[in-house]
């Protein structure tokens, strides 16, 4: 029988509160223990210690550390993870008591952005953002970072030799940055076309494993990588919804977000968020069954406006109705929706909505056409959310009515026919 190729690696999970809010802080530590699984990691145990403030040299205080140093002896585990971003110097001071490999909560998720990462854009900002994080740790590490290429914290396009030397690092920025800048260039050039051709976009946001994919898959019938870990999918992805009127939209599914993102990421990640900001409308996919839901929405629209993209017009879906969480009330100001993405009458329900707020853009018209101009027709049924059309036969006419964008040019070749 042939032998699992990358079996679990046993983790031990370290978590420092430092507020009152006990019930934050166990979440905090349940979404680490998640970020664990998703990087196939298997969590031993989990260990935390409340606090004023981290420790300067070690994150949690001289006693815990000791006790952490027992586990280890007893549990040997491959990897012992922090729930939060470790200094340079705290890393190193670990790694000088500790057996196994010491990693913290950005490494965790740089690994599983090196997972999940399928495209070229999506490897290039993941190998940017872990150089940026290792640079300033490089000092003093030659012999922990010669350890690196294989496990938790260490996998990606950022594993080889990155021992080398500082200079080689700051060229292979360089380099990035400038691929980067180029790819950037390329996708703003596509959305240039879709702004030409005024086609109405949504995006949907929310946080890490809210249903995005799963409901994109099932309102696009694209192929998108949906399972329930965290950060399945990385690479933006758009493609058509047809609405009940039979007006087309694009969709597209962006990366998800999560508490305490390290800004490095969100830097190297802001190029795929720009297509959020592009968008018409934002669709935020919030999980109803999970108990942390009204952070979770918090957290996506604190980030939306660091983006810049909380203007525009949003649609709040609160997804997995079916799975709803007991204490669940939703809190959202603007528009909402409670759905299931797997429920085909849901779906359908969420298109309607869409639909609406797509009419809200528009303007409305009602035009006289003359039976000859059939090319005018065709793109009304197919480029404006047309509500009626009737044959006037007396007239050898056709009188249309329904909604158009107003920097469309369809727009203004209606002026000529316009009853209004």
């Known amino acids: 029988m042939e032998q ?44 935390s210690q409340k606090r004023d403030r981290a420790h300067p040299a070690t994150y949690i205080g001289k006693g815990k550390v000791e006790e952490l140093k027992t586990l280890e002896e007893e549990l040997e585990p491959d990897v012992i993870i922090f729930n939060d971003e470790l200094t340079p110097s705290q890393i190193r001071n670990l790694s000088g008591i500790l057996e196994a490999r010491v990693i913290d909560r950005t490494q965790l998720i740089l690994d599983i952005f090196a997972q999940r990462a399928q495209s070229r854009e999506g490897k290039l900002q993941v190998e940017l953002a872990q150089l940026q994080y290792l640079l300033p740790r490089l000092v003093g590490k030659g012999i922990e970072l010669s350890r690196l290429g294989g496990g938790i914290g260490t996998r990606g ?10 200079r080689h690092i700051r060229r292979r920025l360089d380099d990035i940055k400038g691929q980067l800048a180029s790819i950037v260039h390329h996708r703003e050039r596509y959305r240039d076309r879709r702004k030409r051709n005024k086609t ?34 990385l690479d933006p992805t758009t493609r058509k919804v047809v609405l009940p009127s039979g007006y087309t939209v694009l969709l597209t599914d962006t990366v998800g977000f999560i508490q305490d993102l390290p800004t490095s990421l969100i830097a190297a990640f802001r190029s795929t968020l720009e297509e959020t900001k592009e968008a018409d409308l934002l669709l935020h ?54 759905i299931s993405a797997l429920d085909p009458e849901d779906r359908d329900r969420l298109k309607a909505q869409i639909e609406e707020q797509v009419i809200q853009a528009m303007e409305p018209y009602h035009v006289m056409l003359p039976s000859g101009e059939g090319k005018i027709l065709a793109q009304l049924k197919n480029e404006s959310i047309l509500r ?18 107003s920097d469309h040019p369809l727009s203004g070749m209606l002026k000529n026919y316009s009853q209004e």
Do not use: W
């Not at 031990?12 to 530590?29: H, N």
């Not at 997804?319 to 409670?338: I, M, Y």
């Open 388 to 405: 009626s059309l009737t044959f006037i036969e007396a007239e050898e006419m056709y009188e249309c009515r329904g909604y158009c964008l």
């Open 200 to 233: 109405f976009q949504a995006a949907l946001v929310g946080y890490t494993n809210a249903g995005k994919s799963t409901l994109f898959n099932r309102l696009t019938e694209a192929g998108t990588f949906e399972e329930d870990l965290l950060f399945a999918t």
């Open 4 to 47: 699992n190729q990358n079996p679990k690696e046993r983790a031990i999970l370290v978590g420092c509160q430092f507020t009152d809010d006990d019930l934050k802080f166990e979440y905090s530590l349940e979404e680490l223990a998640s970020l664990t699984k998703t990087a196939q990691g298997e969590v031993l145990i989990t260990i």
């Open 285 to 338: 996919i919030v999980d109803s069954s999970n108990p942390d839901y009204f952070n979770h929405e918090k957290t996506v629209n604190g980030l939306l406006e660091d983006l810049e993209a909380d203007k525009i017009p949003q649609l709040t879906v609160y997804n997995k109705r079916d799975q709803q969480h007991q204490d669940f009330v939703p809190v959202s100001k603007g528009k909402s929706l409670l």
């Open 157 to 166: 396009p950022g594993e080889t030799k990155l021992e080398t030397d500082r």
